[in-house]
């Protein structure tokens, strides 16, 4: 199932979801023309193309991308599936330990 946002349980329209992702293609492919004729320019520049690319789409020495959404709440949800994967673990090998126990009896 398809939300309209994080911690809501509206469902998206086929159409909406279409339209949505259209778009976000649309900006994908932009952004990657973009990029490529900045390298082209570059090269016809001769520099140091990392070191442009670098200082033109990184901050801090880090990608700077533009994370839309709710990061805490994705990171509650993966804190606890990981917590269900370590408990479910723990369990199974405590009640494998716990048979071989009886059987060695």
Do not use: C
Not at 15 to 29: H, M, P, Q, R, W
Not at 64 to 84: C, E, I, M, R, T
């Amino acid at each position: 199932m398809q939300t309209t946002a994080a911690n809501t349980s509206k469902q998206l329209s086929f159409g909406e979801l279409e339209s949505t992702f259209s778009k976000e293609v649309k900006d994908a492919n932009d952004w990657y023309a973009k990029v490529r004729a900045d390298e082209l320019k570059w090269i016809a520049a001769e520099v140091d193309v990392d070191a442009e690319f670098t200082n033109k789409y990184y901050e801090n020495g880090s990608p700077s991308v533009d994370v839309s959404g709710d990061n805490k709440h994705n990171q509650l949800w993966l804190f606890a599936a990981v917590a269900a994967v370590v408990l479910g673990l723990l369990l199974l090998y405590f009640r494998t330990s716990q048979k071989r126990a009886l059987e060695s009896q």
